[in-house]
């Protein structure tokens, strides 16, 4: 976007062209969140910018943002006393010192280019996030997946200590009573756990005191370019840990990160999985092992045992017992690695496992969504397909007598083209699969000509025993789903998109289907 002013700020430079670089960090170690002064967020309905906008207004910064359209998200800033615009016009900057961008916003945006114009202070989210974390005790939980049920344990077992941390989640959270906990807080304690976006490089300017890699698996190459220089990316944002690493040894990539650690970061690491220690190069790296994991089918809890090394839980080596409400061996990894953050925070060992096992999850992570005519749908974000193998793992387990069928709809077309063979095999473990329009997010079709649900069921050309079939619109498939379905089955609606709307359509749809399921 051509423009004449030259913009002094730190995070944008601005010349002949307006560049947004979300990278470059706008912040010092030492500045806090007051000299944002007014902040608008572009995109505020956004899942991690919605969280943003709400920390800020609870610490007493003014906050104001603009969306394309209304949504649950609005609504609740809205009901907060944040104002919200709908429609994105250069006049909604007019007062505001300090902009606040996603990745999915241009250089383009007439809010971008006003803020410009008016010398505004232009800086991408993960900067708000960073600037939150300044005096704090942060833990940032990284990974290609994994990211929110972890951050949401942690925070989970942080508010049932007395902790009260703030916590900025990218999603929300299964509560008790059934309700639905939003993802951002500011609380009394010094403790603030965040989930920090690979995406787009931007978390290579935090500072935590403990980061989390769940895994290293690659993702996003559209930004990075290759596994190199993706896994490069995940090694210095670990190198920044003020205190400790805590990441998955049951990930190689993982693995090839702590192999590729300085030594005196590597001695600082704690490593968490179910391999056998004996086989692993840990690199001077500590080792929670998870032995006896188990579920018995049917039975809606995960059981096993932490072995934490001396220093952790305690001066002394010790096992530590672990039941979980949520189910999958990916979430005993989950729960392994939010446990050992918050040991290594200091919360006792014993306190923090009973806490645990009143997690429930975070929403649309495994999310019953109901039972109609003994046909149940579960919701669940999954959207890589490491993270789909573990969910239908889990499945297996949970239901092992029932016909699984899954209605997946892929997220980002550049993903798709990435991996549509390792999507397949993914969905393999299901019996029935129906793979929807792609999710576009930040992305353009025209921009991946041919990628699309084909892309998936081509690759599952030859598999045995499951069936593949494609359906661009999603109302469409769920309806398709809904008439293949009996007695026993279980429906899961799959992806990072808005394919989480079709699990009330697909229950109202069984309630009106009266023979479909006999």
């Excluded at 994994?146 to 007395?162: D, R």
């Excluded at 025209?446 to 069936?467: H, N, T, W």
Aim: aromatic share 6%; proline share 4%; net charge negative.
């Amino acid at each position: 976007m051509k423009h004449s002013r030259i913009n002094p700020t730190r995070s944008v430079v601005v010349t002949a062209t307006i560049t947004l670089t979300p990278a470059t960090a706008a912040f010092d170690a030492d500045e806090r969140i007051e000299v944002l002064g007014r902040t608008h967020f572009i995109g505020i309905g956004g899942a991690g910018m919605s969280v943003l906008a709400e920390m800020l207004h609870e610490r007493g910064v003014a906050v104001d943002g603009s969306d394309r359209e209304r949504s649950a998200k609005t609504d609740r800033l809205e009901s907060l006393g944040i104002t919200v615009q709908f429609g994105q016009k250069a006049e909604n900057v007019a007062d505001a010192d300090t902009v606040v961008y996603s990745s999915a916003i241009k250089p383009s945006n007439p809010e971008i280019v006003a803020a410009a114009q008016r010398g505004a202070r232009i800086v991408h989210r993960s900067d708000i996030l960073a600037l939150l974390m300044n005096g704090c005790r942060a833990v940032t939980v990284a990974g290609a997946h994994g990211k929110t049920t972890t951050s949401s344990m942690l925070s989970h077992v942080l508010v049932q200590t007395g902790k009260d941390p703030s916590y900025a989640i990218g999603g929300s959270i299964q509560g008790a009573d059934g309700s639905t906990l939003d993802g951002g807080h500011v609380g009394a304690g010094d403790v603030l756990v965040a989930e920090a976006d690979e995406s787009d490089g931007s978390f290579d300017k935090y500072r935590p005191q403990i980061a989390i890699i769940t895994n290293c698996e690659a993702d996003h190459l559209d930004h990075y370019g290759d596994e190199a220089h993706y896994r490069a990316a995940f090694v210095r944002h670990a190198s920044h840990a003020v205190g400790h690493v805590v990441l998955c040894a049951d990930d190689a990539d993982a693995l090839a990160v702590l192999d590729a650690m300085p030594a005196e970061v590597a001695s600082k690491a704690v490593a968490y999985g179910t391999a056998d220690p004996n086989g692993l190069n840990l690199n001077g790296a500590a080792y929670v092992h998870i032995v006896s994991e188990q579920e018995s089918a049917g039975s809606g809890v995960e059981r096993f045992t932490l072995r934490m090394p001396a220093g952790i839980a305690d001066d002394q080596p010790r096992d530590i017992p672990v039941e979980l409400s949520v189910p999958g061996v990916h979430n005993a990894r989950n729960a392994a690695a939010a446990l050992t953050a918050a040991m290594l925070l200091g919360v006792d060992a014993d306190e923090a496992a009973k806490a645990i096992t009143g997690f429930l999850g975070a929403a649309r992570r495994f999310q019953v969504r109901g039972t109609v005519k003994q046909v149940t749908v579960v919701d669940d974000y999954a959207h890589h397909p490491t993270e789909i193998a573990a969910l239908l793992d889990a499945a297996r387990r949970r239901y092992p007598d029932s016909t699984i069928r899954v209605l997946f709809q892929p997220h980002l077309f550049s993903r798709t083209k990435f991996f549509a063979h390792e999507f397949a095999e993914a969905l393999a473990k299901a019996d029935d699969v129906i793979v929807t329009g792609v999710f576009p997010a930040r992305e353009k079709q025209e921009d991946f000509p041919g990628v699309g649900p084909l892309s998936i069921v081509r690759e599952a050309k030859g598999m045995q025993g499951v069936e593949f079939s494609a359906q661009e619109d999603m109302r469409v498939a769920a309806q398709m789903m809904v008439m293949r379905a009996h007695h026993g089955d279980v429906i899961f609606t799959v992806g990072a998109g808005d394919i989480t709307d079709m699990g009330p359509v697909m229950l109202h749809a069984l309630e009106a289907h009266r023979e479909g399921c006999e």
